[in-house]
């Protein structure tokens, strides 16, 4: 096994894999350590939506310096991430109606294709939607879904191509320190000496921040989809991902014309409270969640009332308290750098959390993303990200 490199990063989810990628390319010599498979956390569960509609500014650059990479993402990297744009519809009701307005302007201001449109005209993407109660709707154009195993596997494939090492099978049990710089990264396999590790485990992100003495406010949380087929001519794989914020339920097609499905308010309820162990969950969701969802999507949709339930499943991502990443160094600790709590959004990131982290490991600064505003130090200083709607399932 190799003992030194310039940099280790932990993990082998989309941030992790993604980092070694931009790594590699900027002609460092980085280690990734896995301890099971390649994208066998968060990120090989994820629903893959690629969307710019949050509510606030700093998380519509990021995702919108993200968005326009995913088109091209798989010529750049050589191996398929099953990319398809398809739009995305989100719609509130009344008392969301001003909120929504501000945002997409907003979202506009910054270079996302989106628009404003009346809820009935949401038939043009969902046919026979069911409008009643709802005041106002946006459609955003370049919106899209990836499959976030190939793009793991993809970052993974790319960054050992540019000279990576990528240890699977190999847990981090331990970081040393120099006073307060980063020594060595020591495995179950042995020791890497290395000035720069780079922590994205996921929601198993504050152990190894405990290994230089760091407490981050990530918890494991649980999310789960589940996969239907409307069997219905009218959603195919390019139908729109659609986010019904009165539910707080969102959906998108699969390439097979599947309806892959999630969210709920009992889901929501469940990650402000629940204490999940991130190594031993429910790998399928309760019946109660499935309902939930099946009521949600077949009160605005009714061609899905005959839709069969294909498949569900689970899976544990790291929540900050305020569902944003957390992304940078910590002050005190040298050679420390991290990005973690993806809070069940942060897949669609991954192209610019990356180049992030090689921008900031080369020059020591980010030009594009803010380092104030995904730090660490947002949650003392009472400066956490704020939701520009009622509910927050968009961010
Ligand atoms: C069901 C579900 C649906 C989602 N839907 C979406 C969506 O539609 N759009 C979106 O943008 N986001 C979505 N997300 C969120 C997104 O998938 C995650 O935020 C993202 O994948 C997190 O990636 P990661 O690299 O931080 O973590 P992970 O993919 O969890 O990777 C962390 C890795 O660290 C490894 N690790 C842990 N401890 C150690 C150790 N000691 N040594 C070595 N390795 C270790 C783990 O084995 C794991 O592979 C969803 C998530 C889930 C679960």
Redesign the pocket.
């Known amino acids: 096994m190799i003992r030194e490199a310039e940099v280790v990063v932990?993990?082998?989810?989309?941030?992790?894999t993604s980092a070694a990628y931009h790594l590699a390319r900027a002609g460092k010599q980085v280690v990734l350590?896995?301890?099971?498979t390649i994208?066998?956390?968060?990120?090989g569960?994820?629903?893959?939506?690629i969307r710019c509609h949050y509510s606030n500014e700093t998380m519509v650059r990021l995702a919108h310096r993200a968005a326009v990479r995913w088109p091209g993402l798989a010529d750049e990297l050589g191996h398929p991430v099953d990319y398809v744009r398809n739009g995305m519809v989100v719609n509130v009701a009344e008392e969301d109606a001003d909120n929504m307005r501000r945002i997409v302007e907003m979202q506009q201001r910054v270079g996302v294709d989106t628009r404003v449109v009346a809820p009935d005209e949401v038939r043009r993407w969902i046919p026979e939607f069911r409008a009643d109660g709802l005041a106002l709707a946006t459609y955003e154009a370049q919106a899209g879904y990836a499959d976030?195993y190939s793009t793991a596997v993809a970052f993974a494939r790319k960054a050992r191509e540019l000279g990576a090492q990528v240890l699977t099978g190999?847990?981090?049990t331990g970081i040393e320190l120099d006073g307060t710089a980063v020594r060595a990264v020591v495995t179950d396999k042995g020791a890497i000496r290395t000035p720069v590790v780079v922590n994205?485990?996921?929601?198993?992100a504050d152990?190894?921040a405990r290994m230089v003495g760091v407490e981050i406010p990530v918890r494991p949380g649980l999310?789960?989809?589940v996969a239907f087929n409307p069997r219905y001519p009218g959603w195919t794989g390019t139908s729109p991902t659609w986010t019904d914020m009165t539910t707080m339920t969102y959906c998108r097609p699969d390439t097979a014309g599947l309806m892959l499905a999630?969210g709920g308010l009992s889901e929501n309820e469940a990650l402000e409270t629940e204490d999940l162990d991130p190594d031993s969950y429910p790998s399928r969701p309760p019946d109660m969640f499935e309902a939930e969802i099946y009521e949600n999507l077949t009160r605005r949709c009714p061609w899905a009332e005959d839709m069969r339930r294909v498949r569900s499943w689970?899976?544990?991502?790291?929540n900050s308290p305020d569902y944003h990443l957390i992304f940078g160094p910590v002050p005190g600790i040298r050679g420390y750098l991290q990005?973690v709590g993806?809070?069940?959004?942060?897949?669609?990131?991954s192209p610019a959390t990356g180049e992030a982290v090689a921008e900031y490991v080369t020059t020591g600064t980010c030009t594009y993303l803010d380092l104030e505003a995904f730090s660490l130090a947002r949650f003392e200083k009472d400066r956490p990200f704020r939701g520009g709607y009622r509910m927050h399932i968009v961010g």
């Not at 932990?10 to 992790?16: A, D, E, L």
């Not at 994208?39 to 990120?43: M, V």
């Open positions: 932990i993990g082998g989810g989309v941030h992790g350590v896995e301890r099971e994208g066998s956390g968060a990120s569960q994820s629903g893959g939506i976030p190999t847990t981090v994205c485990a996921g929601a198993w152990r190894i999310l789960q989809m999630g689970a899976g544990p991502d790291g990005v993806g809070s069940g959004n942060s897949f669609k990131l």
